[in-house]
């Protein structure tokens, strides 16, 4: 089983950035697509973005042209670079590794889940 462990999280004012970090344990890392989902108090666990085993990446609506998804093979690692934030971006961001190298969008189609970070920003 997976370990996911998500680091980066942090308190920003509205217009600032932050870089999310998911260190993954075993040898698997590279050849499962990866994504990132996020939670806000009272709403349900949304889509935030993805990336599949060969690079290819999908995002929200809500996110596009602002949050970048990555992925460093060598290091186990997935980021989320979160340029422009909003107050409507606070939430517990979670990573998530998908079941086959392609990314899909529904958290039931994820198998393993961090414990996540928390992003604030403030208006």
């Known amino acids: 089983q997976v370990q996911l462990v998500e680091s980066g999280g942090g308190w920003v004012q509205a217009g600032g950035s932050l870089r999310l970090s998911c260190a993954a344990s075993?040898?698997?890392?590279?050849?499962?697509?990866m994504g990132w989902f996020r939670q806000a108090p009272g709403k349900e666990r949304e889509f935030v973005a993805g990336?599949?085993?060969?690079?290819?990446?999908r995002y929200a609506d809500s996110v596009k042209g602002r949050f970048t998804i990555s992925r460093d093979n060598a290091k186990n690692t997935l980021y989320l670079q979160m340029n422009s934030l909003k107050p409507e971006d606070t939430a517990l961001y979670y990573c998530?590794?998908?079941?086959?190298?392609?990314?899909?969008?529904?958290?039931?189609?994820?198998?393993?889940w961090g414990q996540g970070t928390q992003v604030t920003v403030s208006s």
């Open positions: 998530a590794r998908g079941r086959t190298r392609v990314v899909p969008v529904d958290p039931a189609d994820f198998g393993s």
């Open positions: 075993g040898r698997s890392f590279s050849v499962y697509a």
């Open positions: 990336i599949s085993a060969s690079g290819g990446t």
